[in-house]
């Protein structure tokens, strides 16, 4: 079977529970207080993005991943860095890393929310947690799981220690640095939707809190098929990065 072909059939169980759903609304098993159908959410979404209150709530929801993903990703990049090529940098940095990281850190919005106000503080910060530590395990892992031999190759060959580390430590570590990466951005869209479902008065989640005020399910679908779309475009992005920076492995 082509690839053509079989991407074509994996729409099909798709399509089928999009028909399902929309028979269960349209004979009254599923009433749309409960979960509106498919045709009246694809209205839903008309409406919301004629009006510009979509686009004004996905503009304030990717400004704060933008923003939280910024300063999280730094803080995972650098600390990894840090702990992975540095002995010392390894038995200061890594504990409390290790510490915090085993943290619920959802369940630290009432601190944040103490700490920073309801602004856009405790979201943002929400999010740069959620990023930083997975980024964090996966650049000290790819750096500490460099290859001995090829170490051993490159000071056999006269390697300076800054070569070596240019050439081979941190090339070795950008498969794991990138699905670090990966992790991280799914991450990032999780803490957002838990972060603006906490005092938010703007965003997709405001939109869809304002939404469940009035019983609008159709408008809450709407918001959480953009939030899944924005998920999935990130992932790409970086699964298009992914394949462009490890061409020379063959992936």
Known sequence: MSTSHSGLLRWISPLVLLVLWQLASGSGLLPPEKLSSPLTVLEAGVEVAGTGELGEAFAVSVTRVLIGFTIGASAGLVLGIIAGLSRWGNLLVDPPVQMLRTLPFLGLIPLFILWFGIGEA????????????????????????VDDQLVEATTA???????????????????QTLVGLRQSLGIAWLSL???????????????INNAREFLR????????????ALGLATDALVRLLEGRALRWRGI
């Not at 060959?157 to 498969?175: C, D, I, K, N």
């Not at 399910?217 to 899944?228: K, M, P, R, S």
């Open 157 to 175: 060959l006269g390697y300076t220690r800054a070569e070596r580390l240019w050439h081979v430590v941190l090339p070795s570590a950008v498969p």
């Open 193 to 207: 939707i838990v972060g603006e479902q906490v005092n938010a008065d703007a965003g997709l989640g405001y939109l």
């Open 122 to 145: 405790p979201k943002i910060v929400l999010v740069a947690l959620g990023v930083a530590f997975p980024l964090y395990l996966n650049v000290h892992s790819g750096i500490r799981t």
């Open 217 to 228: 399910t159709d408008v809450i679908v709407v918001g959480l098929i953009v939030y899944a």
